[in-house]
């Protein structure tokens, strides 16, 4: 079983910055990826950042520029920073990491609970 922990969610006004760290507990052999998805209440959940375990990034659009996401697979740990938040950007993050609990790497899929950024205008 694995666990994502996730911290950093609150209100910030528009404008402002913001930071998301997620952290994977668990049995955990390998971890393929990891990343941020956000849903906004009556929307699908949408893929914000996710970095590699090569280390490669890819964003949102709506994001380049503005999010980065930092961290290594090998710690289980990644962080969002946030700059230039838009009332836009406010819903609930999601952590999430592709992970292999054992050395015949069968991937599965573990999901956090949520951080809720909400900003205001």
């Known amino acids: 079983q694995v666990q994502l922990m996730e911290s950093g969610g609150g209100v910030v006004q528009a404008g402002g910055s913001r930071s998301l760290a997620c952290t994977a507990y668990?049995?955990?052999?390998?971890?393929?990826?990891m990343g941020w998805y956000r849903q906004i209440p009556g929307k699908q959940r949408e893929l914000v950042a996710r970095?590699?375990?090569?280390?490669?990034?890819v964003y949102a659009d709506s994001v380049k520029g503005r999010f980065t996401l930092s961290g290594e697979t090998a710690k289980h740990t990644v962080i969002l920073r946030m700059n230039d938040l838009k009332p836009e950007d406010t819903a609930v993050y999601h952590c999430n990491a592709l992970y292999a609990p054992d050395s015949r790497l069968s991937y599965e899929e573990a999901w956090g609970q949520g951080a809720t950024v909400t900003v205001s205008s």
């Open positions: 668990g049995n955990i052999f390998n971890i393929n990826s």
């Open positions: 970095i590699s375990s090569g280390g490669n990034t």
